[in-house]
């Protein structure tokens, strides 16, 4: 019984499995990508894709305006932090979440780590959480205020991980 041929065969199969799986595996995405196709999820009421897209947990930052105390203007207000460890949880805070945000901007720009101080008090003492994601802000638009969406995505799953809107 002469084994050469049927080994032959094996290896070559493989070889083509193999180099035909290389060929057609998909594109990784960037966390920028990841970020802008999150909002336009929000924006198409998606909730299929935003549970996709979403990392667990995701911690939510909902943060209200308030009118100033000197009657003129408004300032940030109560800063509510959620954290959907589970995905019935996500699942139900995303329904939510398509009724109540829109979004101007679908493309999001990327802030590096030494401009946070321009978000202290978007993130509050979560700053180092933060820190770990690559991080986007997104306009939802201007009325009386400016308001955002800022989104936090995981370097290596991109995934959502952080979302805070006003």
Known sequence: MNIKPALRKVVMYYFLVIFFGACSAAPQMTTSAAANQFVNAINKSDAKLLLKLSGLPLHV???SWDSAKDG?????GKHVRTIL???EKLSTYINILVKKVKLESVEGEFIPIEAYSRF?????PYL????????????RGMADVEHLVIVGVNRKTKKI?????N
């Open 61 to 63: 930052y909902d943060q």
């Open 72 to 76: 003129h203007g408004f300032v940030l």
């Open 85 to 87: 460890d589970n995905n």
């Open 120 to 124: 202290k008090e978007e993130f509050g």
């Open 128 to 139: 180092a959480e933060w820190k770990s994601r690559d991080v986007f802000v997104f306009l």
């Open 161 to 165: 991980e952080q979302l805070y809107y």
